[in-house]
């Protein structure tokens, strides 16, 4: 299981938000500097998203450093992940032209026009679909729009369609989990890898190399465990960079 350490960049900041929230936010430091620190503690592997972009896909103000990023873990070949403001192929090409190992798409990737299916099927394989999710009634209901709004895909479906069309890479992140440190949905990531053909990636809640443990530890089934993010724990001194290699490769 991958390691991802989780570098959200607001304003040139590194930044936590609470629950996606952009007003209630922490700031950790210049991003620049924390990916640095990261790549030098070991990181071989980081899950970078631009929130400007998320926000305003227009807004590009933190391309240029996004750039120097993407250069220093070259240096590092430490594999990236980066999303934020991904709405349609030509982003996508951009990404991956940057040199960037895998292109995340969320929100854009369940709106009507389905432009993600377009998608070649190489890069199909590039692309990890994030699904977060808000449970109502006993149900997963997948959440769009900075989560603002629940739309109408019950989680399994969406894990489904997306894993039959070739995008096996998922990232699943419970919304009331994200930022609070108040551990991962275990039952649900065991009973999605034992059912669905996909490479999960575990987000929220992972306090410490305990949690990151207990994550390596599911059982493969029908899928597996193929990452897990990590942002608070990190930034709030409960893991380390080497902890949270040894728990995920263990």
Not at 82 to 100: E, H, K, N
Not at 103 to 120: N, P, Q, Y
């Amino acid at each position: 299981m991958r390691f991802l350490p989780a570098v959200d960049i607001l304003d040139g900041q590194a930044v936590r938000l609470t629950q996606g929230d952009y007003a209630a936010r922490t700031i950790f430091g210049d991003a620049e500097e924390v990916v640095d620190r990261l790549l030098e503690e070991g990181a071989d592997a980081l899950h970078l998203v631009d929130l400007n972009a998320a926000r305003d896909p227009q807004d590009r103000q933190n391309h240029a450093l996004l750039e120097r990023c993407l250069a220093r873990a070259r240096e590092y070949k430490a594999l990236v992940e980066l999303g934020g403001g991904v709405r349609d192929r030509a982003t996508v090409g951009a990404f991956l032209d940057l040199g960037v190992d895998r292109v995340i798409v969320g929100t854009s990737a369940l709106e009507a026009e389905g432009w993600v299916f377009d998608l070649e099927e190489d890069w199909r394989t590039r692309i990890v679909v994030s699904l977060d999710f808000r449970m109502r009634d006993g149900q997963a209901w997948v959440v769009m729009d900075a989560w603002r709004h629940t739309s109408a895909f019950r989680l399994e479906e969406a894990v489904d369609d997306f894993s039959q069309r070739g995008f096996v890479l998922q990232l699943i992140t419970p919304v009331s989990r994200d930022g609070m440190a108040s551990g991962p949905d275990l039952p649900l990531y065991r009973y999605l890898v034992a059912e669905y053909p996909i490479g999960l990636i575990a987000s929220g809640g992972i306090r410490d190399a305990q949690d990151l443990q207990a994550l390596a530890s599911i059982v493969p089934g029908r899928g597996r465990m193929d990452g897990a993010i990590v942002g608070t724990a990190l930034y709030r001194g409960t893991l380390t960079v080497a902890e949270g290699l040894q728990a995920c490769n263990r």
